[in-house]
C-alpha cells in the first residue's frame, strides 16, 4: 500500500500570510493525487485534484502542484474561513487510496 | 446536483450488525463507482470499499482492517449504495461517508456526503 506522510500535523497562522503544506508518497504516485478541506462537523470538501487542477468553484488562492512522490498545497493570502483541517488523498493505480494524516490550520 | 445522503447510522453493541445506506439524487447512480470512507472521531480519513459500476462488473474492494466483515452492494434501481456491517468492533466507531468521483473520472476526485455516525459500544 502507498503511504501519505503529510506535514506539519499543525499551523497557526495569521489572515493574509502564505501558507504550504506538504505530502510525500512512499512511491510516484504520478500527479493522482487530490486535497480536501474539512471542517469541523462537516464533510470533507474537493479542493484540488490531479495534484494542481483547481475545483470549479474553489478560489484561486488555493494551489497545488509537486510530482513523482512530493507535493504541496498553498495558500497565498489565508482567510478567516480557510482555518479548517486539510487532507491529501493518492488515487494511484489500484485501492488502498490512502489519505494524509492531515492538517489542522489554526489562527494565530 | 451530486447529492448523497447517509443514513443507518447508530447505537450497536459489539459482534452486532448495520447497514449504512447512501442515497444519491442529481445524477445518473449507475454510471459512477462509489466510495466509503469513516473517520473516527477526533481522527483523520480511512479508506474504508469501493464499488464499480456495473458496466465495470460491479466488484468490490476493500481496506484491510475491514475485509471479510463489510460488504459494499449497489442497487441502481434506487439509486443507492449499501455499506453492510457485520462483526462489529469498538473500532469501527466512526463517521462513515459515501463518495463519488467527480466527472472524468472512475476513481479519486470525489463528492462527499454529510456522513452518518456509527458507535460500536456495549
Known amino acids: 500500500d502507498i503511504q501519505m506522510t503529510q506535514s506539519p500535523s499543525s499551523l497557526s497562522a495569521s489572515v493574509g500570510d502564505r501558507v504550504t503544506i506538504t505530502c510525500r508518497a512512499s512511491q510516484g504516485i504520478s500527479n493522482s493525487l487530490a486535497w480536501y478541506q474539512q471542517k469541523p462537523g462537516k464533510a470533507p470538501k474537493l479542493l484540488l485534484y490531479a495534484a494542481s487542477r483547481l475545483e470549479s468553484g474553489v478560489p484561486s488562492r488555493f494551489s497545488g502542484s509537486g510530482s513523482g512522490t512530493d507535493y504541496t498545497l498553498t495558500i497565498s493570502s489565508l482567510q478567516p474561513e480557510d482555518f479548517a483541517t486539510y487532507y491529501c488523498q493518492q488515487y494511484y493505480s489500484t485501492p488502498p487510496w490512502t489519505f494524509g494524516q492531515g492538517t489542522k490550520l489554526e489562527i494565530k | 446536483e451530486v447529492q448523497l445522503v447517509e443514513s ?81 468492533k469498538t473500532e469501527d466507531t466512526a463517521v462513515y461517508y459515501c463518495m463519488r468521483p467527480k466527472g472524468g473520472y472512475y476513481w479519486g476526485p470525489s463528492y462527499w456526503g454529510q456522513g452518518t455516525l456509527v458507535t460500536v459500544s456495549s
Open chain 2, 8 to 88: 443507518g447510522g447508530g447505537l450497536v453493541q459489539p459482534g452486532r450488525s448495520l447497514r449504512l445506506s447512501c442515497t444519491a439524487s442529481g445524477f445518473t447512480f449507475g454510471d459512477y463507482a462509489m466510495s466509503w470512507v469513516r473517520q473516527a472521531p477526533g481522527k483523520g480519513l480511512e479508506w474504508v470499499g469501493f464499488i464499480r459500476s456495473k458496466a465495470y462488473g460491479g466488484t468490490t474492494e476493500y481496506a484491510a482492517s475491514v475485509k471479510g466483515r463489510f460488504t459494499i452492494s449497489r442497487d441502481d434501481s434506487k439509486s443507492i449504495a449499501y455499506l453492510q456491517m457485520n462483526s462489529l
